[in-house]
């Protein structure tokens, strides 16, 4: 199997894992083949150990990840626990892929991790893929970029055994056939919506129903808790609006990191090419040189390449092309035009240059990198680079005399205001599920202000890290638990309620009607003016047509098909409240017709799932044959 797999490492699968690469360096960081030092394991694998640090790295950031997901900081032990088994579940099967990878001998070319990292979207600016960037990147990440590479080499190879297997398998051709009829049936239907709106009545309620329904219900009507916070906020970005800079200092900052923002020489360049390629005849290579030295012709009369290209596409000569590309670096381009590009001065022209897949006119754009890396050409971002230094500098000192004295004056934040330079800032009374803006709707920042015994002893919460330099120190004003509100205030409401029950059994009792004389052999148009409805009728719809109710489509699809021209009846509340009528009058099986893109379409989706559910087997069984220990008492 693993020999196949290494044949077969190729194809549909290597797009979609690499697509998930950052996902996967973000979980697992530097994997326990690194040694992440320390004494103290989690498990074994094969007799390799997983370190308590690497566990702790993992599970940290899936941690961070469900919160994320569920919107909530304070997860419940349960949710803890379970982010506790599922970190350890994916180490070890990383660990076992690991393992089966180098046992077998996989091996992925140094240029493929190189052209992995440059074609990853994080890694790039707007003018491709940026170095300093992938570096930045994989610092703040916790890890040296050789750790990275390292990573991702794994990963590539753990794509690469995965593909093998998902590669070798096939698809029936009747079970293809089957799945095309069922994707691709269609249906002959006739429906209604009953809309909720038009069954409430404007009757009147009385007091007495009023007061039951309030009596009733009285969650619907909760003014919920509410807090009232004033806290100081340390951001570093505010604080760098702050700082103030002259020429000389700017100077010494850019010199004192000139590899920051050093930059090999690059070169725009402009271009209009006719393709040839290494197998063309003469005769099309004398062509394509007949149609460049008419363009190089026009090029010396004193039109630009725009020009040139627009008067050959009106003339219908359309071998001719241009193309325009920013700041190329040396020795991406062939090696007759590399030459010219960087041994000219901007706006240079070449004469026509014959390369290996063609014949090129170049012309010499901007210049940045190289010589051209002074201090002028970057004093912008110097500048705002050295204000935000200068700011985390300030940052880290404000910050610890705002965590040391808003714990030692822990009943008030004005000792620490005064320290640090900031505004106390008061807010309005805000409850849980509120929609306060800014600051106030952190989930850090509500979870801490409806803290018990925050709000009961009055003091200053902790310094709560709401991102990298921007941390916020608060204390609980006041605090309203949550009352139900008096019925004077919720009268209106309570009214409305009850209208909308009203509609709703309205709404069911006459669907359910409706649904019985149709299941009587009523005909849809018998009941067209006795109920005031209107009905649709499509004939041979889809699955994803587009103008019929999706709701409807969905229970269309769901139900059985029509026996003995006898329809099926249906009646689905929708989630909105309505209703839908259908009658179901014909089923048609979907026609198979072979190499139509639809049909080639199914197959990979086919193939895909059984795919994964075939790989995910095939862990399982490679955690089962392996000696896995696992120490919970170090977790």
């Known amino acids: 199997m693993l020999g196949l797999i290494r044949d077969r490492a190729s194809g549909w699968i290597a797009g979609i894992i690499v697509g998930a690469l950052v996902l996967s360096f973000a979980f697992w960081g530097v994997s326990s083949y690194f040694g992440q030092g320390g004494n103290v394991n989690v498990a074994t694998v094969n007799g390799s150990d997983i370190s308590l640090k690497s566990f702790q790295q993992s599970f940290y950031t899936l941690r961070k990840q469900m919160q994320s997901m569920l919107q909530d900081d304070a997860l419940t032990l349960e949710e803890e626990n379970f982010i506790k088994e599922e970190t350890l579940r994916r180490l070890i099967e990383t660990e076992v892929v690991n393992q089966l990878i180098i046992d077998n001998g996989l091996r992925i070319a140094n240029s493929k991790v190189v052209e992995t990292i440059k074609a990853l979207e994080y890694f790039k600016d707007d003018e491709g893929f940026d170095r300093d960037k992938y570096e930045r990147s994989i610092i703040s990440m916790g890890m040296e970029p050789v750790y990275f590479e390292a990573q991702l080499r794994m990963d590539l190879l753990s794509e690469q055994l995965q593909a093998g297997l998902s590669e070798s398998l096939f698809v029936l051709e009747s079970e293809l056939q089957d799945v095309v009829r069922l994707k691709t049936q269609t249906r002959d239907l006739t429906y209604s919506i009953l809309n909720l709106s038009s069954f409430t009545d404007e009757g009147d309620v009385d007091d007495s129903e009023i007061e039951a329904f309030y009596k009733a219900n009285p969650q619907r009507f909760v003014e919920p808790e509410k807090v009232k916070i004033e806290y100081l906020e340390l951001d570093v970005n505010e604080l760098a609006k702050t700082i103030t800079s002259d020429e000389e200092s700017l100077i010494d900052y850019y010199n004192n990191n000139k590899d920051k923002y050093d930059v090999a020489e690059q070169r725009s360049i402009t271009k209009l090419f006719v393709k040839t390629g290494e197998e063309s005849s003469a005769e099309d290579k ?12 026009l090029v010396r009369e004193g039109k630009n390449f725009e ?36 041994g000219s001065d901007e706006g240079a022209i070449s004469d026509p240059i014959e390369t290996k897949n063609g014949f090129n006119i170049i012309k010499v754009g901007e210049i940045r990198g190289g010589p051209k890396n002074v201090y002028e050409t970057v004093a912008e971002q110097v500048a705002e680079d050295y204000k935000k230094s200068e700011a985390e500098l300030q940052f880290f000192e404000l910050s610890d005399q705002l965590t040391n004295l808003s714990y030692e004056h822990s009943h008030t934040l004005e000792v620490a205001a005064e320290a640090i330079g900031q505004e106390i800032i008061e807010s ?30 009055g003091q200053n919460s902790e310094a709560i890290e709401l991102a990298d330099y921007h941390i916020v120190a608060l204390r609980v004003l006041d605090h309203k638990a949550a009352t139900t509100k008096a019925l004077d205030d919720v009268r209106e409401e309570v009214i409305s309620s009850i209208k909308m029950e009203r509609a709703a059994e309205k709404i069911k009792e006459t669907s359910e009607a409706i649904t019985k004389q149709l299941k009587e052999g009523v005909s849809p148009e018998a009941l067209t003016i006795d109920y005031e409805i209107e009905w649709t009728t499509v004939e041979k719809v889809t699955r994803d047509d587009v103008d019929v109710n999706r709701a409807v489509l969905r229970s269309a699809f769901q139900s059985g098909k029509p026996v003995d021209d006898r329809p099926v009846i249906l009646s689905n509340r929708l989630g909105s409240g309505d209703y839908a009528i259908m009658l179901i009058t014909a089923a048609y099986d979907g026609e198979v017709v072979e190499d139509d893109e639809s049909s080639k379409k199914h197959d990979l989706e086919l193939r895909r799932n059984r795919g994964t559910a075939e790989w995910q087997e095939f862990i399982r069984n490679a955690r089962n044959n392996a000696n896995v220990k696992i120490y919970k008492d170090n977790i």
């Open 307 to 342: 020009e040139v290209i627009e008067k050959f596409s009106e003339e219908g000569k359309g071998s001719l092309e241009f193309s325009e590309h920013a700041y190329m670096a040396k020795g991406v381009l062939d090696k007759e035009l590399d030459e010219f590009l960087f």
């Open 286 to 297: 004398t062509k394509a040189k007949e149609v460049i030295t008419a363009a190089m012709e």
């Open 428 to 457: 309005d009374y805000f409850s849980k599920d509120g929609t306060p803006e800014g600051i106030l709707s952190n989930s850090k920042i509500v979870s801490t202000s409806f803290d018990p015994e925050l709000i009961s002893n």
